[in-house]
């Protein structure tokens, strides 16, 4: 695979845009998430249909015709232009919020009825209650649920292709575009998205284990 | 003043929110209906300063609904709750300062998982009554010393027996300083020799004075503390008297009943 010791800056480039998009995504969609949760159980009913609008639209339809919704219809609909790695950050981020904001919700509605009245009864207010009681809970439960988001989200990152972004895709079909070592070239890829998958996750666990408190774990 | 004030000021002064009186806290007329479901039905009741007061009756005859219309957890569909004369089920007002000065602990205990033992005592007076981090540490210590739970104090609820989680949520309660606690069955959720420790918590407490509203079961507690027990049944009070007029002669025939199997049911224990 000596090839490729030329192409390393090039893989490099393409590996840091994808994991910025990942990390970014995962952050911000947990952020988006956690509103998005509390607003879907406090915010009354229109707010929980609009809420539920956004979710089924982010899971149920297929990144690809995100990206061309979010990277070629509204830009072009506005007469504007849209940074490739702008649109990235903003899909990424809202899709996972719409997948966080279902963990989070569940694991608020696990803790929740007893751990509000409990809050409420020393005299917290509501809102006190969620922050100081209800989501340190909550999120702790949570935790597991982003290994499987960074993992699904790092992968889903190759779409980006499709607008040109550089991310390690891309990098990878310029590579085997100019060399023709396609198979090497595309294990050489996906050996990087592993050890990245692998190590994001293992972070999650170390994660995990830091904060856990005995009591609050997930029930098999 | 306060005394004094005859029946007809009673409504104008009630009308700004403020009733004089002796007492501590007080209900009238309480109700709390749950669509068709009448929970509480028509409920007055006084509690004077250093008072203890023991309420029991079956299961599902809205012991715990009462309590928590008291403690303003949830709202009375009608009447009024004053603490101190003042009334918390008038519109506008803070309920959240309401709540932190009565206390509340819980049949199923229910502290915060995610806090220790001190944790769960500090949270209130740090976030609630805004303590230093350092007051706030030694009040709550103190509040774990007073339940013999200072050994604890840096466990997590998971690593605690029952009695032990049950007294962290008496000290929780107790640590606000609040005007009274409220217990609601504090240790049915626990097995004879957990009830015990508890016991003599509650024991300790009402040798200070602590003003409580207390719904139990536990029988010979209740003959040694309670100044007044109150039966209830079917979402209302049927019989309220001194303890020993339950254990000779209960008035009524639902709580001559229900004593006879309490009693019954204690002696087997």
């Known amino acids: ?220 | 003043m306060a005394r004094h004030v005859g029946k007809q000021k009673k409504e104008a002064v009630r009308t700004v929110g403020r009733k004089m009186t002796d007492t501590l806290m007080e209900c009238t007329d309480l109700w709390k209906i749950y669509g068709k479901i009448i929970a509480v039905k028509d409920v007055s009741l006084k509690i004077r300063e250093g008072e203890i007061k023991l309420v029991f009756g079956p299961s599902g005859s809205g012991k715990s609904t009462f309590l928590r219309c008291l403690a303003m957890l949830t709202t009375p569909t009608k009447g009024e709750v004053f603490l101190k004369g003042e009334c918390l089920t008038r519109p506008g007002i803070d309920l959240n300062k309401a709540r932190a000065r009565i206390g509340f602990v819980f049949q199923h205990i229910w502290p915060f998982r995610h806090l220790t033992a001190l944790g769960n005592v500090e949270l209130g007076l740090r976030r609630v009554l805004k303590l230093s981090k350092k007051e706030a540490g030694e009040v709550a210590m103190q509040a774990l010393r007073e339940v013999k739970m200072e050994k604890w104090a840096h466990h997590y609820p998971g690593q605690l027996s029952g009695g032990q989680q049950q007294r962290v949520g008496i000290a929780r309660a107790l640590a606000m300083k609040p005007d009274i606690i409220l217990l609601d069955e504090p240790t049915s959720a626990l097995d004879p020799e957990l009830t015990g420790e508890v016991i003599d918590t509650l024991r300790d407490l009402a040798k200070k004075g602590t003003t409580m509203l207390i719904v139990s079961h536990e029988m010979p507690f209740a003959r040694e503390v309670a100044e007044e027990m109150i039966f209830f049944d079917e979402g209302t009070i049927i019989e309220t008297g001194p303890p020993e007029q339950f254990f000779t002669n209960p008035k009524s025939e639902r709580a001559k009943k229900f004593m006879a199997r309490l009693i019954k049911r204690t002696k087997r224990e």
């Open chain 1, 1 to 220: 695979m000596d090839f490729l010791i030329k192409y390393l800056p090039l893989i490099f480039d393409g590996f840091i845009t994808t994991v910025e998009v990942t990390i970014f995504g995962v952050l911000m969609g947990l952020a988006l998430g956690i509103l998005l949760a509390i607003a879907d159980l406090y915010g009354g009913r229109i707010i929980s249909t609009i809420i539920r609008i956004y979710v089924e639209f982010f899971r149920g339809s297929p990144l690809l015709i995100q990206l061309f919704i979010f990277y070629f219809a509204i830009p072009d609909l506005l007469h504007m232009r849209i940074e490739a790695f702008t649109v990235g950050l903003l899909i990424f981020s809202l899709n996972s919020a719409a997948y966080q904001k279902g963990y989070i919700k569940g694991a608020m509605e696990a803790v929740f009825e007893d751990q509000m009245t409990a809050g409420l009864s020393i005299g917290l207010s509501k809102a006190q209650a969620i922050v100081y009681v209800i989501l340190p809970q909550a999120l702790r439960l949570v935790i597991p649920a982003w290994s499987n988001e960074f993992c699904s989200l790092t992968k889903s990152t190759a779409a980006l292709l499709v607008t040109g972004e550089r991310e390690l895709t891309a990098a990878g079909r310029q590579i085997a575009g100019l060399t023709f070592r396609i198979l090497e070239t595309w294990i050489f890829i996906a050996i990087i998205y592993l050890i990245w998958v692998s190590i994001m996750m293992k972070i999650v666990d170390i994660v995990y284990e830091k904060v856990k408190i005995p009591g609050i774990e997930i029930s098999a």
